[in-house]
């Protein structure tokens, strides 16, 4: 089976710039997460959605921050006005949303603001 | 409260030594633990869970954990290490919240692994 993809693999922008991060699930997958991990920092939680809803968005950041998965197939995720501290890199992974149910990850998108 | 505490941040092992990767974490509830393993530039990957039935959990190439409820730990070990181990660990736990589950992270361990 396809694993998760996610692009771009990486991105820089300038501060005040929109990026949007794509993320495509494993087929069937209905569970889609977020996370990201500041350089040192550990993985943090960003929002969880079943299907098209999001179930979970505490993680969010802020208001500069948008995420999406229309049709309940692939995401994305906006971040609109970049700054500098939201450089990172940002991961996604589906599941079939069992607790005991393994993440499958995506290679991830290095986010750098400059 | 729920957490996950990797005890080393970095360890070193010369190739062909056991590796062991400490992992303890805090539960109400009977957790679902998980270890993963990150490259560099890729994604996490599933190395091994545990799920309440054996406690002696063995994953992929090579690696095993054990959960010791007495000790609330979860522990990764591999008798002999490959250079191609060199990368990052994560100890996850999983457990029930109202309306789903929560995933937690641990915080990473770097293993090196030297020639």
């Known amino acids: 089976e396809a694993g998760v993809t996610q692009f771009p693999s990486h991105s820089v922008i300038e501060k005040g710039q929109t990026v949007t991060l794509r993320c495509d699930p494993i087929s069937g997958h209905d569970n889609l997460y977020w996370y990201r991990r500041v350089m040192g920092k550990e993985i943090k939680f960003l929002l969880h959605?079943?299907?098209?809803?999001?179930?979970?968005e505490s993680g969010m950041p802020n208001n500069r921050f948008l995420a999406e998965r229309t049709g309940g197939t692939y995401s994305t995720l906006k971040v609109q006005p970049a700054e500098l501290e939201d450089s990172g890199v940002y991961f996604c992974?589906?599941?079939?949303?069992?607790?005991?149910?393994?993440?499958?990850f995506g290679n991830g998108t290095r986010l750098t603001v400059t | 409260a729920q957490s996950v505490t990797q005890l080393d941040s970095h360890v070193s092992v010369s190739e062909g030594t056991p590796v062991l990767l400490r992992c303890n974490y805090s539960s109400s509830y009977s957790p679902s633990l998980f270890w993963y393993v990150q490259h560099p530039n890729k994604g996490l990957q599933l190395l091994l869970k545990y799920t309440s039935a054996a406690t002696l959990v063995k994953g992929i190439n090579g690696f095993e954990a054990e959960f010791k409820k007495s000790e609330t730990s979860f522990h990764l070990t591999k008798p002999s290490a490959h250079m191609s181990d060199a990368a990052e660990y994560f100890c996850?736990?999983?457990?029930?919240?109202?309306?789903?589950?929560?995933?937690?992270f641990g915080a990473g361990t770097r293993l090196f692994v030297k020639a």
């Open positions: 992974a589906s599941s079939q949303g069992l607790i005991n149910s393994p993440l499958h």
């Open positions: 959605f079943v299907k098209e809803s999001k179930q979970d």
């Open positions: 996850v736990v999983t457990r029930p919240r109202t309306g789903g589950f929560k995933t937690i």
